[in-house]
């Protein structure tokens, strides 16, 4: 008969098997949920990269600490695609960043990097920066354009270069884990080593001491300052409901704009002869724009296609587009804004010179 | 006394903060799906058909960019929508048309194939219509659904 001591044996024996095989396999596959759920659409499911960049690069995990990915999965980057992940907690983050850490190389554990500063000549490390490193992260840190594996870069080139002037990159990144990227190099991207391009660790201290002044750098304009236009532009025709729709088609044309259709809105979802003839749609397309946005968000489909709406209520007809600038303020993306911008001053003069 | 306060001051204070909390981050939707666009369009349309939505149009926007002379992987957008709750929209809410109807991005990225759509939930953002808030949030459920189903097949 089974005594209080075979009891105890066995739930102690049942708690080490939950503790170090059960327990585990639960955090992977948390560590799987969350980052399936929030990383692989842009950083691949095998962290190859696609729309953001790859993570699964042995000399990347070699060279950040936990500290730089926890930042960037917080912060974000501002602008660049990346968002700040703010509403995971902290156990959820330190689980993703545990699954990350699975593409290091084998054996290896996250490293412990310095957090003091590195100690340099700005003005010399200016100098170098301009010879060596602005040709890909820009003149002023701004990092490579455009996003996108399909439509911006070829597959076996896997990562744009980075913003270094990112407010998320420089609150993320310790002065130790920059110099070692510039001493090491970062094997499978464009990033080579400084010290084999025959630069000395003074050189490279003072690339450091130069990366970080870009924090006192004008940024672009910030996301946030879209998010307070209206979601729709709109304007009334004086004219009938024809006429405004044959205006509308002369001003797409005039704008350079393909038509692709114009019908009822309800046109797919009416029975044929039913269709609500007060609300119309006019589907247009600009593909030399379009083929530039998808360069620099391949996300952009969202805007299209480029349509007017006609609203006829009480004999009056009004004319609305979305309003590419206030959409463009959940993409994090400041290229796209400046797209948005271009955009929302073609639909403006659409709507103008057909309602004028 | 104590309750009265309670209700009285703490909760309006909690509301307010409540209400005062940033919009979630997720205003985009998107998933990767580990097979080829070409399988991975037509699994697409039956998650919006297994969750009820008609599928109204798709446009092949890389035949237009290839027609256009541009060279392009696949990319399509796929608007769906219920009927009712379509011509509800039209009659009762036109301002929301340019929004309308609902829609998925898909696109090819080699072997792997990505859906996004916005998220629903930005509609109360962007118009601020107490009313529909049940709406937009049965969409949001109901996308985010499609796109789980659509990456997990």
């Not at chain 2, 629903?120 to 189903?149: V, Y």
Request: glycine share 6%; hydrophobic share 40%; proline share 6%.
């Amino acid at each position: 008969m089974p005594t209080l001591y075979h009891h105890s044996l066995f739930g102690a024996a049942l708690l080490l098997t939950l503790t170090f095989f059960v327990a585990p396999t639960m955090a992977s596959q948390d560590g799987a949920r969350l980052y399936n759920r929030h990383c692989a659409a842009c950083h691949g499911s095998e962290g190859t990269g696609g729309v953001g960049v790859p993570l699964a690069l042995p000399d990347f995990l070699d060279a950040v600490d936990d500290d730089f990915l926890r930042k960037t999965i917080r912060l974000g980057r501002p602008g660049r695609v990346m968002p700040a992940f703010r509403l995971l907690n902290d156990a959820e983050v330190d689980t993703l960043i545990k699954y990350i850490r699975r593409w290091a190389q084998a054996g290896a554990s996250a490293p412990t990097i310095e957090r003091s500063a590195v100690k340099g000549d700005t003005e010399h490390g200016a100098k170098l920066y301009a010879q060596y490193c602005a040709s890909c992260h820009g003149l002023h840190g701004e990092g490579g354009h455009g996003t996108g594996v399909t439509f911006s870069r070829p597959r076996d080139l896997p990562v744009l270069a980075p913003a270094l002037n990112n407010p998320g990159f420089l609150a993320a990144a310790s002065d130790a884990m920059i110099k070692t990227t510039l001493m090491r190099g970062r094997q499978g991207t464009p990033m080579q080593s400084f010290l084999k391009q025959g630069l000395k660790e003074q050189d490279i201290d003072d690339l450091v001491a130069y990366v970080r002044t870009f924090k006192h750098e004008s940024l672009p304009d910030p996301v946030q300052s879209v998010a307070d236009e209206p979601a729709v532009i709109v304007r009334t025709s004086p004219y009938d409901m024809d006429r405004t729709v044959e205006r509308l088609k002369e001003a797409i044309g005039g704008a350079n704009m393909r038509l692709i259709r114009t019908e009822s809105f309800d046109q797919t979802f009416s029975e044929e002869g039913k269709e609500n003839k007060h609300h119309i749609v006019i589907d247009s397309c600009d593909f030399n724009f379009l083929n530039q946005a998808l360069k620099i968000d391949p996300r952009v489909g969202l805007f299209l296609p480029c349509r007017f709406t006609l609203d006829e209520r009480d004999g009056k007809v009004s004319v609305s587009t979305i309003n590419p600038k206030r959409l463009s303020a959940i993409f994090n993306n400041t290229e796209l804004n400046r797209l948005c911008d271009k955009m929302y001053h073609v639909y403006e003069g659409i709507l103008e010179e057909a309602t004028f | 006394m104590k309750h009265r306060t309670l209700r009285l001051v703490f909760l309006p204070w909690l509301a307010t903060l409540l209400l005062a909390l940033p919009v979630r981050a997720d205003e985009l939707l998107m998933v990767r799906a580990e097979r080829p666009f070409t399988d991975a369009i037509g699994d697409l349309q039956i998650a919006i058909q297994d969750h009820g939505y008609q599928v109204a149009r798709i446009q092949r926007v890389d035949v237009g960019l290839a027609s256009g002379g541009y060279t392009t992987a696949e990319y399509r957008l796929v608007f769906f929508g219920k009927p009712e709750e379509m011509r509800d929209m039209e009659e009762h809410y036109p301002e929301l048309l340019p929004y309308l109807p609902l829609k998925i991005v898909i696109f090819a990225e080699g072997n792997s194939t990505l859906a996004l759509a916005y998220n629903p939930a930005i509609l109360q953002t962007f118009f601020k219509i107490d009313a529909l808030q049940p709406r937009f949030r049965h969409w949001e459920n109901d996308i985010r659904e499609i796109l789980d189903q659509f990456a997990a097949q």
